[in-house]
């Protein structure tokens, strides 16, 4: 399509939006004046979406901006509609694919009933996933301020309040919706696509605390980073993603006591845990805007690559494509992890075994893949460099077989230094004197406790 033709099909969809809103103030949603407005806006909308897989609709500086096309010469009802969105505090709108007629309907009505102003992104999500608007997600306007850490750390923030509201809503017998799961997904998603370090660097702050919740948004990072491996397609991506980020939610059927338990589990509490993929399939069949292959997913991933997890499946039973993600990103966080009942293992120490563990409990094509993209010194592994100096390992290259990114914390005389120096290994320039840096072992970095727990925040702040 020329460009002079975008144009005008995007003036006209928005034209056609803001006519939308202006007349459902007189005229009920059902009315031609109002429905065929959105009928319109739908039609045109899939015209973009052939080869896109959302579209953004901006408010800045006063000027409505759809796709990086401004709109000037607003009409009344434009103008009402910018007013709208500035209001109720939604700079920036995003149309995902799936977008269907209905949630465009549920939108429309929203911003007319929606009295309230000046909310947080958060808040306005929930409103509409309330009205039943499922592909339709707002976000604050990008603040060029903003270091990659901050917007990371947000992201994660917010993945850990939607899992631990979605468990507490089935603890409560509801069954919430998946749309903000959903969303969180594809933030996360957009993050590992900017600065995949900055994510996967989070994966290795622990909060035992509030362990399941960390573990489950470890997980979905973890294995949306494997599906960029793989390059899955965009929404199987995403699919993914949710699974991982949802797979314990049958945990929620079982005592907290039993899924606290620090001592060794008995034979019949161990077949009470045992039941949870079983009922985090359940639950997802429930929950709108979940999709069948994530509940699948959920539902396969202690099944094992040799099938001799649990449940059992029945003879001739296939297993989900992408089942056999989840299980790899499941292993690695939780090997990772300090827990009452087994110490943590180091990032290299990790990768060896689930190495050992190909062929068996994981498929060995994507443990590969993961070892690939974790690199020889994953991210969070305390290393010794050829001047003698101790470092963290704190960023790898696109395909992990790169030299990796040190932050640099002790000289060579194991004083720490005042100020951490990150050096790219792979960089010709990034040399010590006349001696350039390279890795020649690994270090325990339970010696190092206090100070290898900075160099990851650090990192954050230098991604």
Not at 66 to 82: D, Q
Not at 227 to 242: F, M, R, S, Y
């Amino acid at each position: 399509m020329e460009r002079r033709d975008q144009e005008l099909l995007i003036t006209s969809l928005i034209r056609a939006l803001g006519t939308s809103l202006k007349n459902r103030a007189l005229y009920p949603l059902a009315h031609p004046l109002v429905r065929s407005p959105i009928e319109k806006v739908y039609k045109d909308l899939r015209v973009f979406f052939a080869d896109r897989s959302e579209l953004a609709l901006v408010v800045t500086d006063g000027t409505l901006v759809f796709e990086g096309f401004p709109i000037f010469n607003l009409t009344s009802p434009l103008e009402s509609f910018v007013d709208r969105l500035t209001r109720i505090g939604a700079p920036a709108v995003i149309f995902e694919k799936d977008l269907t007629l209905e949630d465009l309907e549920n939108f429309v009505r929203f911003l007319h009933i929606t009295k309230e102003q000046g909310l947080s992104p958060g808040e306005i999500q929930k409103l509409l996933a309330d009205a039943g608007v499922g592909h339709i997600r707002v976000k604050p306007i990008e603040d060029t301020d903003k270091d990659d850490k901050d917007i990371a750390n947000e992201i994660y923030g917010n993945a850990v309040t939607v899992v631990s509201s979605v468990m507490r809503d089935v603890r409560l017998g509801r069954i919430p919706s998946g749309t903000e799961s959903e969303r969180v997904t594809r933030d996360i998603s957009g993050m590992l696509k900017r600065n995949r370090d900055a994510m996967l660097a989070l994966t290795l702050i622990k909060n035992y605390d509030e362990y399941t919740y960390n573990h489950s948004v470890n997980v979905a990072i973890i294995s949306l980073a494997l599906a960029d491996v793989l390059h899955l397609p965009g929404q199987d991506k995403i699919n993914v993603g949710v699974a991982g980020l949802l797979h314990d939610v049958g945990k929620t059927q079982l005592a907290l006591d039993l899924i606290r338990k620090p001592s060794t589990l008995t034979v019949e509490e161990f077949e009470e845990i045992k039941k949870h993929p079983q009922e985090g399939f359940v639950l997802l069949g429930k929950m709108s805007h979940i999709r069948p292959d994530s509940a699948y997913m959920v539902l396969e991933h202690h099944m094992r690559f040799d099938l001799s997890g649990y449940p059992p499946p029945e003879p001739g039973y296939r297993v989900h494509a992408h089942s056999n993600i989840i299980p790899v990103a499941d292993c690695y966080d939780a090997l990772t992890t300090m827990r009452s009942y087994q110490k943590a293992r180091y990032p290299n120490q990790s990768l060896e075994i689930m190495t050992k563990l190909s062929g068996k409990s994981l498929d060995p094509y994507i443990v590969a893949a993961f070892a690939k993209t974790m690199g020889i010194y994953p991210v969070g592994t305390m290393v010794r460099l050829n001047t003698l100096e101790i470092g963290m390992v704190v960023g790898q290259g696109e395909t992990g077989e790169e030299p990796p990114k040190v932050m640099v914390l002790f000289d060579r005389d194991g004083n720490p230094l005042a100020r951490p120096e990150q050096v790219d290994l792979g960089d010709p320039e990034g040399t010590a004197g006349d001696r350039r840096r390279a890795i020649v072992g690994t270090v325990n970095p339970n010696l190092y406790t206090e100070v290898a727990a900075g160099a990851l925040y650090l990192t954050m702040e230098t991604a």
